[in-house]
DNA sequence: TCTAAGATGGGT
DNA sequence: CCCATCTTAGAA
């Protein structure tokens, strides 16, 4: 890997307004854990948006919470949260502080340190990023990393500076049937013809 | 204190 | 399709 080729996101990328818009642009982009000396990461190839304000789906929805605290704070770190008491979800916060928006990053293709990732899943080499609680325990995140800024060296994204962004295809978010109309939402993101996303379904128009 | 439900994943 | 698993939130 050539550390020069990547350039971490600046604050200022995950304080703007429109979530939609971020979890849009955050794919191709590189998610790296640097955790227990360990350094692994892969490009995003799925993300969900979440709006803290107006949309059902999200946990802060009418909601201010123990859990939900961090989700409330400026935008730029991380909010993992544990899902059905086994899966480590990881979201990045974004807007300003007291508005809770969230991008749930759902499924990664692994580049770097690929073994380490595989040794974390249990060795089993299969899939072991394509989908959120599995990207999350391969490259080593869960709650203790909730709060963490992403402009740190623990968990941070950076784009390849001779990348363009990949061809995206949308569809609605996966499990939030509980949001009523809202889980109708355009809301999901992901790379088109890519093998480690995780979920494919016929596309809605 | 009690209970229901959940932004999943793995197996059948 | 089925269900393990356990924290969290909200009710009582």
Known sequence: MNTSDYVKIP???????????????????????SIDGILTGGKIV???AYNGRTDKAS???KKRTNRTEVM???????????????????????NRSGLADAVLVRAVEPIFGIDRM?????????????????LSKALGINT???GTDLSGDKIFIATHIKEKSPKIAVDTRIG???AEEDALLPWRFYVEENGWVSKQRTPVK
């Open 46 to 48: 799925e993300t969900e």
């Open 118 to 134: 595989v040794e974390r899943y249990g060795g089993v080499r299969t899939k072991v990023s394509n989908g959120p609680g599995k």
């Open 11 to 33: 604050k200022s990328f995950y304080e703007r307004e429109d979530v939609v818009k971020i979890a849009r642009e955050l794919l191709g982009k590189y998610l790296f854990t």
């Open 144 to 146: 203790g990393l909730n």
């Open 59 to 61: 946990h802060a929805y």
């Open 176 to 178: 939030v049937d509980y």
């Open 72 to 94: 409330y704070q400026n935008g730029g770190i991380a909010y993992v949260y544990l899902c059905y008491g086994i899966h480590h979800l990881f979201n990045i916060v974004t």
